[in-house]
């Protein structure tokens, strides 16, 4: 009798046990099954730290990367290596449930190794402004903090929606992007960064580029004749940066004097602090807008 009972509340169990299972679909397409919500978690970006953390689950990164500094209780978690160099043996160390790693950032040599290791292992690369708050929602699932998550993917969302709905319909503003100066590096339609653009009522010189973030020469950006150039703020030099276009005073942007430096990371790293980004970048296309009259 009581081995019958033993047996049927065991049958009874499985359906339950299997359904415990946590299955989401990560950045490159790939199905990535948890047997329970992620209790120790390594986060390979910067961007992935913050979503982390916005998604409820900041107390249980074990292990990080360099640059990972935001929010401040960030720079507390132990760095297991740079996207240079990561410490393999540090993060078996950590004995992490999760793997959280950034398919651009990463080498490939790196993300080989970790595939080895026998940890679940998730890509973040958002690509649109709405995957970083589909992001949040996942990583929600993964760590079974579907509320907080929720409420700031629902936050995000609106403010990006905010944003659209003031500049989106505006005469567009022709931009070119500027990510590093020597050489001279852009970011093509591939990127997000490209959609945040265009969310301004922008439009990416180099959009149509195949490549993700291409080279190109200083003639084919005069050629163009962007109304706009926009940079990060790298703490270069005067004559650094998107200043190196100064001395041609017939091109538009610098005719008009739109040579914009944005603050931070706050546009780089796809995560929940990008809506702040992209309101700089909005802020920026719109003043060039404004100095056609």
Known sequence: MGAAVGIAAALLCAPLLASAAITVVDDAGRAVTLAAPAQRIVSMAPHVTELLFAAGGGERIVGAINFS??????????LVGSNAQIDMERVIALKPDLLVVWQS?????QLEQLGKLGIPVFYSEPHKLDQVADSLTRFGRLLGTEKAAAS???????????????????????????????????LSGKHIIDDAIRLCGGRNIFADLNVVAPSVSTEAVLQANPEAIVGGDQHEPDDAGIAIWKPYRSLLAVERGNLFRLEGELLTRPGPRMAQGVAQLCEKIELARQRRK
């Open 152 to 186: 700031s993917a629902a936050q995000y969302r609106a403010s990006i929606a905010s944003l659209g709905a003031r500049y989106a319909r505006r005469p567009p503003v022709r931009v070119f992007y500027q990510i590093w100066d020597k050489p001279l590096y852009t």
């Open 69 to 78: 500094d935001y929010p401040e209780a960030a720079k507390k978690i132990p």
């Open 105 to 109: 950032g990463n080498t490939g040599r």
